[in-house]
C-alpha cells in the first residue's frame, strides 16, 4: 500500500491475500513447476503486475459452493484470474504496440468501474452471514466501519451500502453486477501461506470484483477489529482497481522486488504520490504488517478521484 493510490487495469493485487481451496473439491491444483504459460500468456500477465518468476503460480479448476458455478484459472500468490480473462488478456495484449516507455502508470481509464452519467451508483458490499463462511460478528462490524469510511469521503458517483447476506439472499440478488460479497474460507487453512490475510478479485466489465476471501485462521487468532477494518479497506481497494502503492518494490513486505508494474496499461490517479515503493497508504503490499490500519490523505484523494466521472 503506499502514499500513492494506485489502481490497475486489470488487477487488484493484495499482500492480504489467499484463496483457500479444498483438494476434495479441486480435481486440479498444481504448483509453479507443473504450470504451463506461454511466454505470450506470460508478457501479457506482467503488463497486468503480475510476474509470473516471482509468483507462487497454482492452477484452479473447481466447483464454487456457493454459486455451483465451474471455475477455473490461476491463482498468483494473492490475485486470482479466471482462464477466460487470461485469454482475453492475451489477446489484448497481442494487439498492443511493442513499444516500450518509462512512464509509470496507475490506474486505466478504460477498466474503471462504469458510472452513471448523474446522480450516483450504489455498490452494496455485503458480509456472508450465514453457514461456516460467515464473518463472525467483529469482522462484520469492521466491515461496516471500513463502509462507513468510505461513505464519508462524500464519493461523486458511488454511494456504498453495507449488508449482510444469507447465500440465498445473494444468489437470488439482481444487483450482483454492482455487490462485493465478503466471506470467510472455512474449510482449510492448509491452503493458506503464513501471514496471508484475504484475497480480492479484480474489478473488471465496469463492476467490482468480487468476492473478497479472508482466511480461516483470523477468529482462532482473536484478531481485532481495527486489524480486520485495515484488511478490508485494502481488499475493496483492488476490487475498485488500485494496485499496491509500493507495486515496485514491496518494501512494506521488507522486500525489494517488483510485482510487474512497469511499461503496463495502468495510469497514475492525478493527486496521488508517483513514488512507487511509497507505503505511507492503506494500499500498500503490507499495510497492516507496518501498522497502517485506515486510509490516509493520499488514498482518499485517490478514492475520491476514480469515482469521479472525469477521465484522468
Excluded: W
Amino acid at each position: 500500500m503506499k502514499t500513492q493510490l494506485i489502481c490497475a487495469a486489470a488487477i487488484a493485487i493484495t499482500t492480504f491475500s489467499c484463496t483457500k481451496e479444498e483438494n476434495t473439491e479441486i480435481p486440479s491444483l498444481r504448483n509453479s513447476e507443473s504450470v504451463s504459460l506461454s511466454i505470450l500468456e506470460k508478457e501479457a500477465l506482467f503488463q497486468n503486475g503480475i510476474n509470473v518468476a516471482l509468483s507462487n503460480t497454482i492452477e484452479i479448476n473447481k466447483i464454487d459452493e456457493i454459486t455451483g458455478k465451474s471455475i477455473t484459472g490461476y491463482r498468483f500468490d494473492d490475485i486470482f484470474i479466471e482462464s477466460q480473462d487470461l485469454k482475453q488478456m492475451t489477446k489484448d495484449f497481442s494487439h498492443q504496440s511493442s513499444e516500450t516507455t518509462t512512464k509509470l502508470y496507475v490506474r486505466t481509464n478504460t477498466n474503471r468501474i462504469s458510472l452513471p452519467a448523474n446522480g450516483k451508483r450504489t455498490i452494496v458490499v455485503a458480509g456472508l452471514s450465514n453457514t461456516e463462511r460467515k464473518l463472525d460478528n467483529t469482522q462484520m462490524q469492521a466491515l461496516e466501519d471500513a463502509v462507513n469510511d468510505l461513505n464519508s469521503l462524500n464519493l461523486e458517483a458511488v454511494s456504498l451500502k453495507f449488508e449482510k447476506r444469507t447465500e440465498k439472499q445473494h444468489e437470488e440478488s439482481n444487483n450482483k453486477n454492482s455487490t462485493v460479497l465478503i466471506l470467510r474460507d472455512a474449510r482449510n487453512i492448509n491452503d493458506f501461506r503464513e501471514g496471508e490475510f484475504a484475497i480480492a478479485s479484480f474489478s473488471k466489465n465496469g463492476n467490482p470484483g468480487s468476492p473478497i476471501t479472508i482466511t480461516p485462521n483470523n477468529t482462532e487468532l482473536n484478531t481485532p477489529e481495527f486489524f480486520f477494518k485495515g484488511i478490508f479497506l485494502h481488499e475493496l481497494g483492488h476490487t475498485f482497481g488500485i494496485v499496491h502503492s509500493d507495486f515496485d518494490t514491496r518494501t512494506s513486505c521488507g522486500l525489494n522486488t517488483t510485482d510487474g508494474s512497469r511499461n503496463r496499461v495502468i495510469e497514475h490517479i492525478p493527486g496521488t504520490s508517483t513514488d512507487t515503493s511509497d507505503t505511507n497508504s492503506i494500499m500498500a503490499a503490507c499495510a497492516t504488517d507496518i501498522g497502517v490500519f485506515s486510509l490516509t490523505s493520499q488514498d482518499k484523494t485517490a478514492i475520491r478521484r476514480i469515482f469521479q466521472r472525469a477521465e484522468f
